[in-house]
């Protein structure tokens, strides 16, 4: 039994609500190995007591079964987080973009919400405040956002290899669509799409920019935790349609920013109603669903999205209806007093 055997078998506990092991976030300082006797010193940054505890126990259900372990004896050291950095779940691993001052996620825990035509729009709509405003369409397998904003040009790197992002309708742009030709599918797997998701992060060069969405895919997987894990989110907008078969899912994402302590801003409810000619509304999938879970959860409403067959069309053809004036159409409307409130709730 040697610490290096010791130490590669702590690989397996992982930091609570992360899925990186604290052998990779530097946690474990120290390992001695005597016989009859392992002991294992670790340091762990944090206010949260559950945290040390938890790791106290998955050390040992790892530890204890080894043979020739001996008696396992597993030291942690818990240090208060500093104001300027600190605990693991806050900023370990994680630092921000540079050319960037705030980073707001747009997540949902289902697909089929129309997450990513919010997060297009209200990317529109923030520009449309004079905010400087990047979009990053992080659902490698599904990337929408070339679609949405009418092109197809493939991006080129500057001097320091970095991709410089795609420009349209006023908008920085980096997604996976421009890296592809025509349908061709993803098809890559969990360590991959972390390597792309990090890359979209870290080696794009993002040009003063006010705001940037990332346009998270939907669920609580891989991608979510790794984009909380590498950058410094200043929290997710959650996005559902009113019936309770997605109010279900978005729970569940609001459990998972909530464990790695991204702040929850608020909650936009899209679908909400369709208006017909007459001026008569029908609220297909429910009425004030969003409304409810944003007061559940002591968050902000920030908007509710009409269904309208202009969104659709506009989507589709890559014009997003927020570049409508808003006097115009009650989408384009609704998206830009969303935009309102988030600058007022997160300003620059």
């Not at 690989?11 to 609570?16: D, E, G, N």
Request: one cysteine or more; glycine letters at 10%.
């Amino acid at each position: 039994m040697t610490p290096d055997f010791i130490r590669e078998a702590l690989r397996q506990v992982r930091y609570p609500g992360f899925s990186r092991d604290i052998v990779s976030f530097g946690l474990v300082k120290d390992i001695t190995c005597e016989p009859g006797l392992t002991t294992v010193q670790i340091e762990v940054q944090t206010a949260d007591p559950q945290i040390p505890e938890q790791i106290f126990r998955d050390c040992h259900a790892i530890l204890d079964p080894l043979p020739d372990v001996g008696h396992a004896k597993v030291v942690i050291e818990v240090k208060a987080p500093s104001a300027a950095t600190g605990g693991l779940g806050d900023t370990l691993g994680k630092s921000s973009i540079p050319g960037v001052k705030r980073i707001v996620a747009i997540a949902s825990g289902k697909g089929g919400v129309g997450k990513s035509t919010v997060a297009a729009n209200l990317a529109v709509a923030l520009a449309a405040t004079g905010a400087r405003v990047g979009l990053c369409d992080c659902d490698l397998y599904g990337p929408s956002v070339a679609q949405m904003f009418g092109t197809s040009e493939r991006p080129l790197a500057n001097e320091q290899d970095e991709i410089i992002p795609i420009q349209a309708h006023g908008i920085q742009l980096m997604s996976m669509a421009f890296l592809l030709e025509g349908s061709s599918p993803v098809i890559v797997r969990g360590p991959m799409a972390t390597r792309y998701t990090q890359q979209f992060l870290r080696q794009v060069a993002w040009d003063r920019l006010d705001y940037l969405i990332l346009d998270l895919p939907p669920g609580t997987g891989d991608i979510q935790l790794t984009i909380v894990q590498t950058v410094s989110v200043d929290g997710a907008i959650i996005v559902t349609t009113p019936q309770e078969v997605a109010l279900i899912d978005a729970r569940k994402a609001i459990a998972m920013f909530g464990k790695v302590n991204v702040p929850i801003l608020g909650v936009i409810e899209n679908m909400s109603w369709f208006e017909c000619d007459a001026g008569k509304r029908y609220y297909l999938f429910g009425d004030g669903g969003g409304a409810r879970e944003a007061e559940l959860h002591g968050v902000t409403l920030f908007g509710q999205i009409p269904l309208d067959v202009a969104t659709r069309e506009r989507g589709d053809s890559g014009a997003p209806v927020a570049l409508l004036p808003a006097g115009e159409n009650s989408v384009s409307a609704a998206f830009h007093q969303t935009a309102a409130a988030l600058r007022a709730k997160l300003p620059v």
